[in-house]
Each structure stands twice: as C-alpha cells, then as structure tokens.
C-alpha cells in the first residue's frame, strides 16, 4: 500500500492568498484526520471525518478554514485567506475503526505551509 | 478529558546505552495508548500501542513500552540506543470516552539525541 498520500509536500504562498491542501487515505481506511503541527502548539487535531461525515471540527481554527472529504479517497483542508500565522505543517491521517486495528492512524508525510 | 504528560523535552543518551522517555497520562475510559516517532521533516510513524491485551508492549527497532494502569505512566525504553534512534518521540492517548471520538490526544514530544 502506498500509505497516505499529502500534497503538495512544500507550499509557500503570500498573506491573502488561498491554499488548498489535499489528502488521499490508506484505501479502505473510513476515518480522516487532519492535524497541524507548530512549534508553539504541537500537534493539534483540526477535524476529522467517519465515513466522509465530519463528526468534530472543533479544533478548526476559525472560518478562514474549511475541510471537505466528498468520497471515501480523497479530502481537502482550505485556507481563505491565508494569514502567516497559518504556517505549520500539516499532516493528515487516516484508520481503519474494524476490531482489528482499533484506532491506530497511520500518518502522510505532511505539507509543510509558509505564509509569508 | 484525556491528556498526556511527557515528563522530558529532551533527553540524551550514548550510543550503545540503554533509553527511557517517561509518559504519563490521565483518562476517564480504557484507553488506548501509543508512541509515535518523527524523523527530522518527515511524518510521524507508529512505534508501537497499548490496547488491553498484554501490559508490555514491543514495537519496532527494538523499542518497548509497559503500560502500569497504578502509576498511570506508559514509558518507551530501548536497551541499546543506536545513532538511527535520534528523533522526536510523542506519546499518544486515544480515549472514546462516551462520545466515541476516535481523536488522539498527543503529547508534547521529547527530543531524544545520540551521542556518539
């Protein structure tokens, strides 16, 4: 298996601007998480999507941020407008919630965000 | 709630001796436990979990972790560190509690660094 699948890796864009991140998950897995990781905060869970319904976006930032999974392969995180504060890498995840692997997400290699 | 406590920001071994990062963590539930590894710019990969069954745990490259429910900790210990070890180490907690979030809560990480 490919594993989970994030691009653009490196993305460098100017204050105002959209961005939009996206995420292709292990096939088969139904649950998505996106994470942000600063070096202020750490990592912090964002939103996270069961079945293609986002079941708690709480940790969303605010409304410049929205995330969308329109099928079981593929989600997008949205920045608009971007704002420097908004630089991190951003990770997302997915599992499988079967009895066997329990909640054990497995990790994509990140995009990693400047805001300038 | 849930939340975890990685009692070390950075800790720093030879090569060859053997390597303890602490955690402790605290849950309403029964839950899950993990340690995640993070290389310099790269994702974060899955070292091993807790899940009830057995107590102590063997994850990969030879790292292990005991869960003791009494003292609330679940620490990663290696025997033998090797040069390949030097990395960013997360606890993790994974708590459904009555909600059946599947979230993770992580820790703040511990840096761990091998000398030569």
């Known amino acids: 298996d490919a594993g989970v699948i994030q691009s653009p890796r490196h993305e460098v864009t100017e204050m105002g601007q959209e961005v939009t991140l996206r995420c292709k998950p292990i096939s088969g897995h139904n649950s998505l998480f996106w994470y942000r990781q600063t070096m202020m905060r750490g990592l912090e869970l964002l939103i996270y999507?069961?079945?293609?319904?986002?079941?708690?976006d709480s940790g969303m930032p605010e409304d410049r941020f929205s995330a969308k999974m329109p099928n079981a392969s593929f989600s997008t995180l949205k920045i608009q407008p971007s704002e420097p504060r908004d630089s991190a890498v951003y990770f997302c995840?997915?599992?499988?919630?079967?009895?066997?692997?329990?909640?054990?997400?497995?990790f994509g290699p990140g995009t990693r965000l400047l805001v300038l | 709630a849930q939340s975890v406590t990685q009692l070390d920001s950075h800790v720093s071994v030879s090569e060859g001796t053997p390597v303890l990062l602490r955690c402790n963590y605290s849950?309403?539930?029964?839950?899950?436990l993990f340690w995640y590894v993070q290389h310099p710019n790269k994702g974060l990969q899955l070292l091993l979990k807790y899940t009830s069954a057995a107590t102590l745990v063997k994850g990969i490259n030879g790292f292990e972790a005991e869960f003791k429910k009494s003292e609330t900790s679940f620490h990663l210990t290696k025997p033998s560190a090797h040069m390949s070890d030097a990395a960013e180490y997360f606890c993790v907690v994974s708590d459904p509690g009555d909600t059946g979030r599947r979230a993770l809560t992580f820790g703040s990480g511990t840096r761990l660094q091998v000398q030569p």
């Open positions: 995840a997915s599992s499988s919630t079967d009895r066997t692997s329990q909640e054990t997400q497995y």
């Open positions: 849950s309403s539930y029964s839950p899950s």
């Open positions: 999507f069961n079945n293609n319904v986002p079941i708690d």
